[in-house]
Structure formats: structure tokens, C-alpha cells
Nanobody
Framework: QVRLVESGGGSAQAGGSLRLSCEVS????????MGWFRQRPEKERGFVAG????????YYSDSVRGRFTISRDNAKSTVYLQMNNLEPEDSAVYFC??????????????????WGQGTLVTVSS
């Protein structure tokens, strides 16, 4: 059974930083792209960042590019999201997700078949 467990959420002030982690078990982590999504109250879940199976390609939404960095450690089966220069608009529940197809890429929720439970990030002004 594939399991994704996020950690690292919490509260920060605007301009601060947080680092999210997502540990994956139950599958060959290194074969699959990983992504981070976020969902604000009464909003749809939206793409934040993605990283290819080998870590060589990373891609971001326009709203976080230049402030957030996604990375992965295949030896630890863990993907990270470093969030710098946080803004109140970054407040949301953040979900990590594993791509459905091995060696594929995507930035739509439909491209990712397995999801974590989410971790809350709150940024105050």
C-alpha cells in the first residue's frame, strides 16, 4: 500500500520560511514524479510545484516561482518544498502527490494518483 506522509507545516510571518517534507512508502519512489498542491478554503486544489523522477526537472506555478523550491532525495524516498518569502496568500493546506505514471510529468491533479493527508500552512501579515 502506497503511503505519503507530509510534515513541516505550521505558522510563519510574512517574509518568513517553512520547509515541508513528504515521505513515501510502499512504492519505488525513484520512478515517479512528485508534486505539491495546495488548497485554500472554498477553493479548488491548485498546483504549486513538481519534480521529475530523477530530480533534474522542476517546475512551478507562477505564484510561487522564485520563492519556493522543490527537491527530492530518492535515497530517503522524500520530497521537500522549501518556502521562502512567504505571503499571507500562501496560507493553505498543502498536499504532496505521486504521479500516476512512472517517469511521467504533469501539473494537473489528474496526473497524480496518490496523495498525502495534507499539512496546514498559515502565514500572518
Amino acid at each position: 500500500q502506497v503511503r505519503l506522509v507530509e510534515s513541516g507545516g505550521g505558522s510563519a510571518q510574512a517574509g518568513g520560511s517553512l520547509r515541508l517534507s513528504c515521505e513515501v512508502s510502499g512504492r519505488t519512489f525513484s520512478r515517479f514524479a512528485m508534486g505539491w498542491f495546495r488548497q485554500r478554503p472554498e477553493k479548488e486544489r491548485g498546483f504549486v510545484a513538481g519534480i521529475a523522477w530523477n530530480g533534474r526537472t522542476a517546475y512551478y506555478s507562477d505564484s510561487v516561482r522564485g520563492r519556493f523550491t522543490i527537491s527530492r532525495d530518492n535515497a530517503k524516498s522524500t520530497v521537500y518544498l522549501q518556502m521562502n518569502n512567504l505571503e499571507p496568500e500562501d496560507s493553505a493546506v498543502y498536499f504532496c502527490a505521486a504521479a500516476t505514471v512512472a517517469y511521467g510529468l504533469g501539473n494537473r491533479a489528474a496526473d497524480f494518483g496518490t496523495w498525502g493527508q495534507g499539512t496546514l500552512v498559515t502565514v500572518s501579515s
